[in-house]
């Protein structure tokens, strides 16, 4: 049920959003009948989990295959009249062979006889995982934040900041928050302190400390003929 789904989800770290309501060809009323991601899938900490819910079962109906195998697919959608179509193989985290995607949505109606299309996980896929905050760190806690979040330290390049004290970073390659997968380098700037004030030149000033432009009051030695 939706309650017990929410109960375990959160167990997990995960949440969970109702969505449809749908006609179901396996699952009585009231308990879920598919969900997207579908289980299996390796998702990160705080992954929204979206179900739909059965109205009761019906005939006609076609059934979720996601997270099958897609040789016990094969004989399973036989058993409610339908066939398995063509199976394609992609890029997937889930385990090889476990059927990803399909042509006709779960829950829809199709003439009997109607074949079902499938992408199945070749399991060569990376774990998705989301972005840590980084600016404001020291260079050697966003290294570490980088690392302990499941992705490579990229590029550490150093400029001038009037912002940030020196070592702080002031710039990361990818937002906070999105979704990369495992094992990505991120790059980041860090702060090397504020520019260097300019050396006074001293113009205007007279360097022996004389009246600068006063002519003397006798250059020759003398006003007497």
């Not at 076609?62 to 058993?79: C, H, I, N, T, W």
């Not at 299309?117 to 840590?132: A, C, I």
């Not at 004030?197 to 022996?208: A, L, T, V």
Request: charged content about 25%; glycine content about 12%; overall charge negative.
């Amino acid at each position: 049920t939706l309650d017990e789904a929410r109960e375990k989800a959160e167990e997990s770290g995960l949440v969970i959003e109702e969505g449809d309501e749908v006609y179901s060809a396996d699952q009585e009323e009231g308990l879920i009948t598919s969900q997207t991601p579908s289980a299996g899938a390796k998702v990160g900490e705080g992954t929204v989990i979206t179900v739909n819910i059965s109205l009761g079962k019906k005939d006609g109906v076609v059934p979720s295959v996601l997270g099958m195998d897609y040789k016990q697919a094969e004989e399973y959608l036989r058993s409610f009249g339908f066939e398995l179509g063509i199976v394609k193989t992609v890029t997937s985290t889930q385990p090889i062979d476990t059927i990803v995607s399909q042509s006709v949505k779960a829950g829809s109606t199709a003439s009997e006889g109607t074949a079902i299309d499938v992408e199945v996980s070749d399991g060569k896929g990376k774990e998705m995982k989301t972005v840590p905050t980084l600016v404001g760190l020291s260079v050697d806690q966003a290294k570490s934040e980088i690392e302990k979040s499941g992705f490579s330290i990229g590029s550490v390049n150093y400029e001038e900041s009037t912002e940030y004290a020196q070592n702080i970073v002031t710039n990361q390659q990818y937002q906070p928050g999105s979704e990369l997968e495992e094992g990505t380098p991120i790059n980041i700037v860090v702060s090397k302190g504020a520019p260097e004030p300019e050396p006074d030149s001293g113009e205007g000033e007279n360097q022996d400390g004389g009246d600068a432009g006063t002519p003397s009051d006798n250059e020759d030695g003398g006003q007497d003929q």
